[in-house]
């Protein structure tokens, strides 16, 4: 059974438009985490999280909100979507900071 | 600011055979962890092996194996006896050991290695 599980899969939305892309792990993990992904740019970390209700920021994280309501979920959110957050998302968990991380299977957003 | 490069855009190997791929990276900090993670044509990001770099032994798992030269801020990727199912993309990252900043990880752009019959 996957450990780390995304929704939706697969998403389009249009410029300006609200989306929400959800992650559960059920690793008992700690840390939780939000990337992309970009031909030419490779995986980029926009958010992080030790816990429930802490935020850490990424690398890339203008544009980006993100929530994690309990060890288990982590929430990437966009407000006012733009063409150049067309990307692939993925999520991931860690045991600790030190520890490798586990992947979901990414969700595509295509923002017209 | 950390910095992690993989200069081998793609590789092809024959079937059995064993590859090297390559990765030097850049850190401030003096102790720091890395590792090598494999995405599948499906898109599914796999962890493989880490290095830690006050460890002076190279890492090995299965068939994958590490080339840790702290000198050369370099860490290669050894596989060996290589399957069609080796076919994938390869990432290096590396994470910092020390500070705010212990868990991020930064990713090299990656290495397609092709294994073929």
């Known amino acids: 059974e996957a450990a780390v599980t995304q929704s939706p899969r697969n998403k389009v939305t249009v410029t300006g438009g609200n989306v929400t892309l959800s992650c559960r792990q059920t690793n008992s993990h700690n840390y939780m985490y939000w990337y992309r992904q970009d031909t030419g740019h490779g995986l980029r970390l926009i958010h992080y999280s030790y816990g429930a209700g802490n935020l850490q920021i990424g690398d890339v994280p203008d544009g980006y909100k993100a929530t994690r309501t309990t060890q288990e979920d982590f929430f990437l959110l966009l407000e006012l979507a733009s063409p150049s957050q067309t990307s692939l998302y993925f999520c991931?968990?860690?045991?600790?900071?030190?520890?490798?991380?586990?992947f979901g299977p990414g969700t595509r957003l295509t923002v017209l | 600011a950390q910095k992690v490069t993989q200069t081998q855009t793609s590789i092809s190997v024959m079937e059995k055979t064993t590859v090297t791929m390559d990765c030097v990276y850049e850190t401030q900090d003096s102790s720091y962890f890395l590792f090598w993670y494999k995405q599948t044509a499906s898109g599914e990001i796999v962890f493989l092996i880490r290095?830690?770099?006050?460890?002076?032994e190279n890492a090995t798992v299965g068939h994958y194996s590490l080339n840790f030269q702290k000198p050369k801020s370099s860490i290669g990727l050894i596989i060996t006896a290589t399957q069609i199912e080796d076919s994938a993309v390869y990432f290096c990252?590396?994470?910092?050991?020390?500070?705010?900043?212990?868990?991020?990880?930064?990713f090299g752009h990656g290495t397609i290695l092709r294994v073929h019959p």
């Open positions: 290095q830690d770099s006050y460890k002076k």
């Open positions: 990252a590396m994470s910092p050991n020390t500070g705010a900043n212990t868990g991020k990880l930064t």
């Open positions: 991931a968990s860690g045991r600790d900071r030190d520890y490798e991380q586990y």
